[in-house]
């Protein structure tokens, strides 16, 4: 088959590859109708995961119809239309027990593009199947469906229910790129009291109000913790939501919040930050950080059904599978292009 | 009457100044019969906290007798014994109704022997007293009581609640000076698995394991997230609590707990520390900081009554009140004293 | 002044009676401008509440400017606008420190119209008024202020927040009077995934499809177990919310929710129900009961102001005050003439 | 092999039955070495549960040793000793993934010895081996292993937790049969202020004082509304639990909680309940009711094996598997046997 290979940092290539095979007893092998890229994929090849070795496929979102399955696969079936989320989940282990397959122990997790090869690829093992697809439902289009396997999860499990995005809430999130958009979506459902994106790119912003912010800011010419401050009475947010990465947007998001406020980090970051305690360790306040569980796959998909997420609005470009570099190219420079997700289809 | 003032960085004496008297509706007159000091206290006296003015009066733990109450004041009387909180609550801001009056904006929060005149002295002024103070019971000793003012509730709350201790949770306290002791006798409500005690000096750790630590380790001498992670299998602590108050412990605290840990800092801290979000990004770390509610004094007055907490442990230097000078010598030295908490009675 | 005087059972007039007076150092007397009638009222007219005295001034619901002030009040002086809330706080006890003043046990609680002379009056006497009143801001009417002095908040604390309503929870709300529509507003807050009312009568579930319901049944001719079980795929309501006070609609309630659901219980019950532990005992069913605590205000004002509540709705009818007999028939007759709430201002 | 099979109210055998065998790809057969009985067997052998059909093998606790596993079985092996749990978890369905298996969907919940063939028997066919089952550790004795498989989580999910029991609480539990002695085994885990056991047998309450309750009322010759506000100071029982299985103990759970109180039904009912609302509606009441799902069992372990739960000391009786009639008898009459949990052993 063909698949994105990996080849070390800067290096990648569409070439052709051994198919894959069912190896262990969990496994489902899915032919891959759709996929996409994530920040994250741009992250691995800039170098920043060491971790990830050189001939590893890449990709952890698809859509695809099952064509095998080991003995122990149960659930879905060979014909079966499935999403295969980005987390897999060995449903043995204590964190999968108790809803955290994000943190599975026992050989799941974040594993697709990363540890195992991905799903950038016409085929993909696909393990512990049972617990890490989903089958596709006849209400919503293959564009909705392939946005639970990660960036929507993403941005409402580690941004809104992290951040516990309350009716009447005041919520800031910081970087207005695929994911914030997603934490943006997501904060809507709670109704909160205003979402402000924040953010240095004009686009960005735009797009930010398109998704469902109340106010937006350009931190690149204004002072982001001064107007929060004005557009809360001096108050403060009462929720930021970290969507970029880097240490600077962390430490906004710390000087944004209120006495009592949630700072929820979603962004992959390569450095350390500075936490300010000699002016937080009074203020009450709550820092979270997270993977993504996709625990709540059912319910959202449950609203993009309802049309009350509107998922389809995430993907801006459209390309054959086998055009996948230059899919990556308008994805890598979306400050250009006004990428937000890019769908490839076979 | 006598009182502690506070003289700049360094300097302080037990000296005449005029009687409190009642300024606003809500205020009562206490006359001081038992104080203690805090480790707060050495910060102000190091000069660690500029917004003290010179001529502040220190403390803000306390037991009396009420000697005369604003027109406003309900539900205590000239003659009734109270326990003077070191959380004044004005019950009127929102923070004060949503039961975070550590952060009310009404005029109280911490207040005492920082923003007025405090509780080491003959007479105190207690704003709010309606909701500020506490009737003393029956059936608990002054030594128990004055516990409640500050040490016991702040273990508690900030350590114990935000850390969300669990029965069966391995839990790390780092520092185990006062606070780290309180934090290690709230935990113990909670039945977990294993409290392991961190520090540097072996007399706190051995008071630690009076105070119902399981484990001990003196991270002068050995390595702390090598020696957890051997008594917990490889998986890290549920819970670490700092109790210290400087970056580094802060910091270790960080390393210690396993993925979907909960870090909960006490220490009141001068520098900022570093987060290491480059590792912890992906981890499910929650960080919690925070002032005292002291919104659980009705219910660890209820354990001390039924001596399911000993709280007069924590008293292990007693003095007349006019001697106030050497008690702050004994805790100020207390790792040549041993001192826990000093108590001083009129 | 002229005051709306309960005379036992059946038996009211709009009369005059003195003037009240400061009896408290924390009352406030409020001239009355604006108030409503709530559904108890009703009940307290039929003698379901033999507790309440004839002689009683009835309501519980105002919008009105302070006159006078006790020398304990501190935070509204006279020439304030504000709204006074059902529930009084005395802020003092355990239940309000905890949020929790429905449950009052200083004085406060649900008092007005009930326990004390209430606010279908020129004027009232409001105890604590700091902590039972809200300024009146500038960006929202008379109307959708007055709103939140009762229906709002207990349709929102103990229908949706008690009924913890998720984003994409099917929610069914039993009664589609002025509670359940109260209900069906703060459910939508949330997201649910379908709102399904349920009534005998077709007029208020029209009023449903208006107030943000999805779906609607008629029960007096259609079987409603049948049709939630029909809708959400065999699997049952997630929440239940009972919205009318009588043993069938608590019961059907109880038979609507999947397993792991919640039955949370606004109605004012007159008579025992039947609680089907046979059949329940093994579902993880949980059942709420409450009386509101109204700290949800804050909140929902926000809400209004920024138009994502639509409270103005509500009032169907105006009258001026000295008609309020009218007031009561036409509320009264609600099935006839669709009065969801009745305004009466001065 | 021999196994124990239900034939009908009142009729039971210890009688050649064929071995289990691997029906499906994740089944394992276990050698059962203890099992014990509960008081749900005799419901079942009185007729109260009908579904269940004649020739059925009883029993839904044990421990073995895997003698065989289905190809899809991945972290058990033949030879490893484990624990059968009561409640068999599919992990597939959304009941499973949320942390709820004992509403699992998808073929487990609790079937042993009722949907399915039990664990009385010298083999018993295990469902879903994966996520069904615990290894034993080495710190722990078969006795105490056992009273995980049902009692010690069904007390402490279904009763402490379902009732959010807190230090300091007063916890009345209604029943000290077995069941009533593990929720006071799990509430004491929070250091409640006061464990009040109430039964009508003075024997039960016995061994409810060795168990931890603090107080203990007859509710045959006391009235225990009456003692419970005596003891609260006239507030009533934070939490009530429910232990028993009678209308007339849940009716009493109901008036012996505070307002804001929570009711956990434990027991298993054959009838109706009469829940007054007349009263409780204003009152903040929770009501639960569930199935243990068993997702406490690793936490219960950890302190069983750090000797913190006595788990020991509910066997009271032990027999030869083969003499379980014998064992029946014992337990069925525990009144004058004393019998709280009597263990089998092949």
């Given at each position: 088959m063909k698949a994105l290979v990996?080849?070390?940092?800067?290096e990648k290539a569409w070439e052709a590859v051994p198919d894959p095979a069912i190896q262990d007893t969990t496994d489902a092998i899915v032919k891959v109708e759709a996929t996409t890229i994530c920040g994250t994929d741009l992250h691995i090849l800039k170098g920043d995961t060491p971790e990830v070795a050189s001939g590893r496929i890449l990709g952890h979102e698809a859509i695809g119809t099952v064509q095998e399955v080991g003995?122990?696969?149960?659930?879905?079936?060979?014909?079966d239309r499935v999403l295969v989320s980005c987390i897999s989940a060995c449903a043995r282990c204590q964190y999968c027990r108790e809803g955290h397959p994000g943190q599975c122990?026992?050989?799941?997790?974040?594993?697709?593009?990363?540890?195992i090869d991905g799903t950038q690829a016409e085929y993909v093992r696909v393990p512990f199947a049972d617990t890490s697809t989903y089958k596709i439902p006849a209400g919503a289009t293959d564009d909705e469906i392939l946005m639970l396997a990660d960036i929507l999860p993403t941005g409402y499990e580690v941004g809104v229910l992290n951040g516990k995005v309350r009716p009447g809430d005041i919520v800031a999130v910081v970087g207005a790129g695929p994911i914030g958009l997603s934490a943006i979506t997501g904060a809507r459902l709670y109704t909160p009291g205003r979402v402000i994106a924040i953010d240095l790119a004009d686009a960005r912003l735009k797009a930010a109000l398109e998704f469902g912010a109340d106010l937006t800011l350009n931190n690149a010419r204004e002072d982001a913790v001064a107007y929060v401050q004005s557009v809360t009475g001096g108050r403060g947010a009462d929720v930021a939501i970290e969507a970029v990465g880097v240490p600077a947007s962390f430490e906004l998001c710390t000087s944004l919040v209120r006495p009592g406020g949630r700072v929820a980090n979603i962004g992959v970051h390569g450095k350390p930050a500075t936490l300010h305690l000699e002016s937080?360790?009074?203020?009450d306040i709550t820092v979270t950080t997270g993977l993504v569980d996709a625990t709540s796959t059912a319910t959202l998909l449950r609203l993009i059904e309802s049309h009350q997420?509107?998922?389809?609005?995430?993907?801006t470009h459209r390309f054959a599978l086998e055009d996948i570099l230059t899919a990556y190219d308008v994805f890598g420079r979306a400050a250009d292009t006004g990428a937000i997700k890019v769908m490839m289809t076979a």
């Open positions: 990996y080849h070390g940092p800067g003995p122990g696969v149960t659930s879905v079936r060979p014909g122990t026992g050989g799941g997790g974040w594993i697709f593009g990363y540890m937080l360790w009074i203020r997420i509107d998922a389809a609005r995430f993907v």
